[in-house]
């Protein structure tokens, strides 16, 4: 079975701060210097797009990648013990309220109790093929 590749949900509200943070850098930085406003605000502007765009899960095998700006962490899908959807603003940085929680049979995959929360755009077919590699897999 080939990779498959699940893109994060981006909600309204960090299209919001993508579009708020840089415009307000851009327009502080009118009466500077014209190297502060290309090195330190179009720094700024692509930090702030690499935090929106550089997100994703990939599922490969018995593994799931999940990559957090750009870096990849590799989770074994046997050690999951049970996923369900969740939403909320407070447990995570995800860029969306709505998540799939993940928990693991054994704590040191994590080395922490608490669940790992990511958001794919496709949280039903990401639980199903999830479940469809590991049966063991509780849908809460």
């Known amino acids: ?12 509200w960090a299209w919001l701060c993508l579009l ?3 415009v307000s850098m851009w327009f502080t930085a009118f009466d500077m ?5 290309v090195f330190i605000c179009g720094g700024l502007t692509a930090l702030c797009l690499i935090g929106l765009f550089g997100c994703w899960y990939e599922i490969d ?17 046997d050690k999951i013990k049970s996923v369900k959807k969740t939403t909320g ?15 693991f049979t054994d704590r040191s995959v994590l080395k922490s ?11 039903d077919g990401f639980m199903a093929q ?4 590991n049966p063991n897999i509780k849908i809460l």
């Open 20 to 22: 708020v943070v840089p």
């Open 130 to 133: 999830l479940k469809s590699i």
């Open 113 to 123: 109790f608490a669940p790992l929360e990511i958001s794919p755009k496709n949280r």
């Open 33 to 37: 210097p014209w190297w502060y406003a």
């Open 61 to 77: 095998g018995k593994s799931l990648m999940v990559y957090m700006f750009f870096r990849p962490t590799r989770l074994p899908i």
């Open 89 to 103: 603003i407070l447990s995570t940085a995800a860029m969306s309220t709505k998540r799939v929680s993940i928990s």
């Open 1 to 12: 079975m080939g990779k498959t590749v699940y893109r994060s949900k981006i909600d309204w």
